[in-house]
């Protein structure tokens, strides 16, 4: 199975679907993003870039909300929090100060810009 996301003017991702493998053959016998991409326009409307939900290719998985840099050829996710950066490798977010690495649970506190540990009581 192949997955294509629809992309709207500002090449934001609004829904991604599957498609069969079948649909993505050419003539030659080989799969074919163009031929994808054009099933899913002739039946659904609309501008579709095939997306990996491994990871395999356009470094992210798309998801409804983010958006497909092209000249990245990548999708990137919606920015979670208003310090944290692009890696340009990864096209993933990244936060300002890393997430310690003692093991334990944490959660980034966007107010004091900062990672809480989470506590239990026991």
């Given amino acids: 199975m192949a997955h294509f996301a629809e992309l709207n003017n500002e090449n934001t991702v609004t829904r991604v679907i599957v498609v069969a493998n079948a649909e993505l053959i050419d003539e030659n016998g080989n799969e074919s993003e163009a031929k994808g991409a054009k099933f899913c326009a002739d039946h659904f409307g609309g501008r579709w870039v095939q997306t990996s939900y491994s ?10 909300g983010s958006t497909y840099d092209a000249q ?3 999708f990137i996710g919606p920015c979670p929090f208003s310090g944290w950066v692009l890696n340009d490798d990864t096209c993933q977010w990244e936060p300002p100060i890393p997430m310690p690495t003692d093991g334990g649970p944490y959660y980034w506190d966007e107010a004091t810009t900062s990672w809480i540990e989470v506590t239990t009581n026991e």
């Fill in 55 to 64: 990871g395999s290719f356009r470094k992210n998985y798309a998801g409804a």
């Fill in 72 to 74: 990245r050829d990548a």
